[in-house]
């Protein structure tokens, strides 16, 4: 093969395209709150099925103020959380977004909270590639999604949120 097709080969296998392919969405939630309440959280299990570690970054929605990167610290018998940049997902590897570890945290601004059963979309920014479209479902705590199958390319549990002054760490009792 001349070397000229093997290089655009090689160039078509690093596509962003191909990045999201590898990325699999096993399921996206927010949990529901109550309609007068600012912040919720967006969960999601994803799968990392390439041979690189994968970055997922912000997300944005056009029903949200605001949406920063989270993860649960669990120290001293206290949960905090702490903004992230960026979270990676090594190669093979699940990365589920729940109470307990990464997931973001999203404020409503002045608009009511969205109830259950509604689906909102969310941009989540991916290093290197296109931003991974979600549908996330609003759902109570221990409800599953009516479709649990995986999602391919473009595309946890509620808890409560105080508000704080300091949104770099908050903490949860």
Request: aromatic fraction near 4%.
């Amino acid at each position: 093969m001349p070397t000229f097709p093997r290089m655009l080969c090689l160039a078509l296998s690093l596509t962003p395209a191909t990045a999201l392919a590898d990325l699999l969405l096993h399921d996206a939630w927010i949990g529901a709150v109550p309609p007068t309440a600012k912040v919720g959280a967006l969960y999601l299990l994803l799968e990392n099925t390439s041979q690189q570690t994968l970055h997922l970054g912000r997300a944005t929605s056009a029903d949200a103020a605001r949406i920063e990167l989270h993860q649960s610290v669990h120290a001293a018998g206290r949960v905090r959380m702490e903004a992230r940049e960026s979270v990676p997902i090594p190669p093979g590897a699940r990365v589920d977004f729940a109470t307990t570890g990464h997931h973001y945290m999203v404020w409503f601004g002045e608009q009511p909270a969205p109830a259950p059963g509604a689906r909102v979309q969310f941009q989540i920014e991916v290093a290197g590639a296109t931003p991974l479209a979600v549908a996330a479902e609003v759902r109570r705590p221990g409800v599953t999604s009516g479709n649990d199958a995986h999602q391919h390319g473009p595309v946890g549990q509620a808890h409560e949120h105080a508000p704080a002054d300091d949104l770099d760490a908050h903490d949860h009792h």
